[in-house]
T-cell receptor, first 116, second 112 residues
Protein backbone atom coordinates (compact mmCIF):
# COMPACT_ATOMS: atom_id res chain seq x y z
CA UNK A 1 0.00 0.00 0.00
CA UNK A 2 0.89 3.67 -0.02
CA UNK A 3 3.08 5.02 2.77
CA UNK A 4 5.07 8.07 3.87
CA UNK A 5 8.27 8.02 5.91
CA UNK A 6 9.64 11.11 7.65
CA UNK A 7 12.98 11.64 9.30
CA UNK A 8 13.16 10.80 12.95
CA UNK A 9 12.72 13.70 15.31
CA UNK A 10 12.72 15.77 17.30
CA UNK A 11 14.74 18.44 15.49
CA UNK A 12 16.18 21.27 17.59
CA UNK A 13 17.66 24.35 15.92
CA UNK A 14 18.77 27.83 16.80
CA UNK A 15 16.97 30.80 15.28
CA UNK A 16 18.13 31.63 11.72
CA UNK A 17 19.50 28.10 11.16
CA UNK A 18 18.76 26.15 7.96
CA UNK A 19 16.05 23.52 8.18
CA UNK A 20 15.63 20.27 6.29
CA UNK A 21 13.02 17.65 7.16
CA UNK A 22 13.26 14.57 4.97
CA UNK A 23 10.21 12.84 3.54
CA UNK A 24 10.06 9.86 1.22
CA UNK A 25 7.03 8.03 -0.07
CA UNK A 26 5.90 4.74 -1.56
CA UNK A 27 2.94 4.79 -3.92
CA UNK A 28 1.53 2.91 -6.87
CA UNK A 29 1.13 5.75 -9.30
CA UNK A 30 1.75 9.46 -9.07
CA UNK A 31 0.41 11.06 -5.92
CA UNK A 32 0.02 14.68 -4.92
CA UNK A 33 2.29 15.58 -2.02
CA UNK A 34 1.67 17.87 0.92
CA UNK A 35 3.25 19.34 4.02
CA UNK A 36 0.93 20.14 6.90
CA UNK A 37 1.94 21.92 10.13
CA UNK A 38 0.38 21.43 13.57
CA UNK A 39 0.97 24.04 16.25
CA UNK A 40 0.55 23.03 19.90
CA UNK A 41 -3.06 22.29 20.76
CA UNK A 42 -4.32 22.95 17.25
CA UNK A 43 -5.45 21.06 14.14
CA UNK A 44 -3.50 20.73 10.90
CA UNK A 45 -2.78 23.65 8.59
CA UNK A 46 -1.80 23.16 4.96
CA UNK A 47 1.71 24.55 4.51
CA UNK A 48 2.42 23.73 0.86
CA UNK A 49 1.70 21.20 -1.86
CA UNK A 50 2.90 19.86 -5.20
CA UNK A 51 0.81 17.86 -7.63
CA UNK A 52 3.31 16.56 -10.17
CA UNK A 53 6.97 15.70 -10.58
CA UNK A 54 9.45 18.61 -10.42
CA UNK A 55 6.78 20.95 -9.02
CA UNK A 56 8.01 23.15 -6.17
CA UNK A 57 5.58 24.10 -3.43
CA UNK A 58 6.38 27.16 -1.34
CA UNK A 59 4.80 29.19 1.45
CA UNK A 60 6.04 31.39 4.32
CA UNK A 61 9.69 30.79 3.37
CA UNK A 62 9.26 26.99 3.31
CA UNK A 63 9.90 25.05 0.10
CA UNK A 64 9.64 21.44 -1.07
CA UNK A 65 10.28 19.92 -4.51
CA UNK A 66 8.50 16.81 -5.80
CA UNK A 67 11.29 14.41 -6.85
CA UNK A 68 9.88 11.39 -8.67
CA UNK A 69 13.30 9.78 -9.23
CA UNK A 70 14.02 9.66 -5.49
CA UNK A 71 10.34 9.50 -4.38
CA UNK A 72 11.02 12.40 -2.03
CA UNK A 73 9.48 15.69 -0.93
CA UNK A 74 11.93 17.20 1.56
CA UNK A 75 10.90 20.36 3.41
CA UNK A 76 13.43 23.22 3.62
CA UNK A 77 13.63 26.71 5.06
CA UNK A 78 16.65 28.95 4.87
CA UNK A 79 16.25 30.72 8.22
CA UNK A 80 13.90 29.38 10.89
CA UNK A 81 12.19 31.45 13.55
CA UNK A 82 11.01 30.57 17.06
CA UNK A 83 7.44 30.80 15.73
CA UNK A 84 8.16 27.86 13.37
CA UNK A 85 8.25 25.50 16.35
CA UNK A 86 5.56 22.92 15.60
CA UNK A 87 5.00 19.38 14.33
CA UNK A 88 5.39 18.93 10.58
CA UNK A 89 3.59 16.18 8.65
CA UNK A 90 4.33 14.99 5.15
CA UNK A 91 1.36 13.42 3.34
CA UNK A 92 0.38 11.98 0.00
CA UNK A 93 -2.92 11.78 -1.82
CA UNK A 94 -3.73 9.56 -4.77
CA UNK A 95 -6.21 10.67 -7.39
CA UNK A 96 -9.80 10.15 -6.26
CA UNK A 97 -11.51 7.16 -7.79
CA UNK A 98 -11.56 3.44 -7.21
CA UNK A 99 -10.56 2.75 -3.62
CA UNK A 100 -8.63 5.99 -3.16
CA UNK A 101 -11.39 8.54 -2.41
CA UNK A 102 -8.63 11.13 -2.30
CA UNK A 103 -7.74 10.24 1.29
CA UNK A 104 -4.53 11.56 2.80
CA UNK A 105 -1.81 9.17 4.00
CA UNK A 106 0.43 10.83 6.58
CA UNK A 107 3.92 10.29 7.90
CA UNK A 108 4.47 10.05 11.62
CA UNK A 109 5.36 13.72 12.03
CA UNK A 110 8.57 15.56 12.95
CA UNK A 111 8.73 17.80 15.99
CA UNK A 112 10.68 21.02 15.35
CA UNK A 113 11.84 23.21 18.24
CA UNK A 114 13.59 26.50 17.48
CA UNK A 115 15.48 28.27 20.28
CA UNK A 116 16.20 32.03 20.34
CA UNK B 1 -15.37 32.74 4.82
CA UNK B 2 -15.84 30.43 7.82
CA UNK B 3 -13.36 27.60 8.14
CA UNK B 4 -13.95 24.09 9.38
CA UNK B 5 -15.32 23.97 12.93
CA UNK B 6 -15.63 21.03 15.30
CA UNK B 7 -17.42 20.43 18.57
CA UNK B 8 -16.86 19.75 21.35
CA UNK B 9 -13.20 20.70 21.79
CA UNK B 10 -12.61 18.19 24.58
CA UNK B 11 -14.55 15.20 25.84
CA UNK B 12 -14.07 12.61 28.58
CA UNK B 13 -15.92 9.28 28.40
CA UNK B 14 -15.66 5.91 30.09
CA UNK B 15 -15.11 2.54 28.45
CA UNK B 16 -18.23 1.13 26.82
CA UNK B 17 -19.96 4.47 26.35
CA UNK B 18 -20.93 6.03 23.04
CA UNK B 19 -19.81 9.42 21.69
CA UNK B 20 -20.86 11.78 18.89
CA UNK B 21 -18.47 14.34 17.44
CA UNK B 22 -19.60 17.11 15.09
CA UNK B 23 -18.06 18.96 12.19
CA UNK B 24 -19.18 21.91 10.08
CA UNK B 25 -17.48 22.03 6.71
CA UNK B 26 -16.06 25.11 5.05
CA UNK B 27 -18.57 27.04 2.96
CA UNK B 28 -19.07 25.46 -0.47
CA UNK B 29 -17.35 22.18 0.46
CA UNK B 30 -19.41 19.00 -0.07
CA UNK B 31 -16.87 16.41 1.07
CA UNK B 32 -15.91 15.67 4.65
CA UNK B 33 -13.18 13.30 5.81
CA UNK B 34 -12.53 12.13 9.37
CA UNK B 35 -9.13 11.19 10.80
CA UNK B 36 -7.95 9.78 14.13
CA UNK B 37 -4.64 11.08 15.49
CA UNK B 38 -3.22 9.10 18.40
CA UNK B 39 -0.67 10.85 20.61
CA UNK B 40 2.66 11.20 18.83
CA UNK B 41 1.36 9.74 15.56
CA UNK B 42 0.21 10.99 12.19
CA UNK B 43 -3.52 11.11 11.45
CA UNK B 44 -5.17 7.90 10.20
CA UNK B 45 -8.08 8.03 7.73
CA UNK B 46 -11.39 6.81 9.18
CA UNK B 47 -13.89 7.53 6.40
CA UNK B 48 -15.11 10.13 3.93
CA UNK B 49 -18.58 11.44 3.10
CA UNK B 50 -19.55 12.99 -0.21
CA UNK B 51 -23.03 14.42 -0.72
CA UNK B 52 -24.43 12.52 2.28
CA UNK B 53 -23.04 9.12 1.21
CA UNK B 54 -20.04 7.26 2.63
CA UNK B 55 -17.45 7.52 -0.11
CA UNK B 56 -14.66 5.43 1.36
CA UNK B 57 -13.47 3.89 4.59
CA UNK B 58 -10.15 3.17 6.25
CA UNK B 59 -9.21 0.28 8.49
CA UNK B 60 -11.58 1.04 11.37
CA UNK B 61 -14.21 -1.30 12.87
CA UNK B 62 -17.97 -0.85 12.26
CA UNK B 63 -18.44 0.72 15.68
CA UNK B 64 -17.05 3.86 14.01
CA UNK B 65 -19.90 5.28 11.95
CA UNK B 66 -20.85 8.61 10.48
CA UNK B 67 -23.42 10.80 8.87
CA UNK B 68 -23.43 13.75 6.55
CA UNK B 69 -26.36 16.16 6.46
CA UNK B 70 -27.88 18.15 3.56
CA UNK B 71 -25.87 21.23 4.62
CA UNK B 72 -22.73 18.99 4.39
CA UNK B 73 -22.01 19.10 8.10
CA UNK B 74 -21.06 15.72 9.52
CA UNK B 75 -21.06 13.54 12.63
CA UNK B 76 -18.69 10.83 13.76
CA UNK B 77 -20.19 8.27 16.13
CA UNK B 78 -18.17 5.76 18.11
CA UNK B 79 -19.93 2.98 20.02
CA UNK B 80 -18.57 0.75 22.78
CA UNK B 81 -15.63 3.04 23.47
CA UNK B 82 -12.26 1.43 24.21
CA UNK B 83 -9.23 2.94 25.93
CA UNK B 84 -7.35 2.97 22.61
CA UNK B 85 -9.99 5.29 21.15
CA UNK B 86 -8.40 8.12 23.14
CA UNK B 87 -7.09 10.46 20.46
CA UNK B 88 -7.53 13.74 18.63
CA UNK B 89 -10.30 13.41 16.04
CA UNK B 90 -9.86 15.66 13.04
CA UNK B 91 -12.40 16.61 10.44
CA UNK B 92 -11.36 17.96 7.03
CA UNK B 93 -13.50 19.37 4.26
CA UNK B 94 -12.80 19.78 0.55
CA UNK B 95 -14.62 21.14 -2.48
CA UNK B 96 -14.98 17.55 -3.66
CA UNK B 97 -13.23 14.22 -3.18
CA UNK B 98 -9.67 14.47 -4.38
CA UNK B 99 -9.34 18.19 -3.78
CA UNK B 100 -7.20 19.84 -1.10
CA UNK B 101 -8.45 19.11 2.42
CA UNK B 102 -8.73 21.82 5.07
CA UNK B 103 -8.74 20.71 8.68
CA UNK B 104 -10.66 21.80 11.74
CA UNK B 105 -9.06 22.23 15.18
CA UNK B 106 -10.07 18.73 16.29
CA UNK B 107 -11.88 17.14 19.22
CA UNK B 108 -9.69 15.60 21.89
CA UNK B 109 -11.35 12.47 23.30
CA UNK B 110 -10.16 10.78 26.47
CA UNK B 111 -11.57 7.36 27.34
CA UNK B 112 -11.10 6.26 30.96
Amino acid sequence: GNSVTQMEGPVTLSEEAFLTINCTYTATGYPSLFWYVQYPGEGLQLLLKATKADDKGSNKGFEATYRKETTSFHLEKGSVQVSDSAVYFCALRMEAGGTSYGKLTFGQGTILTVHP
Amino acid sequence: ETGVTQSPTHLIKTRGQQVTLRCSSQSGHNTVSWYQQALGQGPQFIFQYYREEENGRGNFPPRFSGLQFPNYSSELNVNALELDDSALYLCASSLKAGETQYFGPGTRLLVL
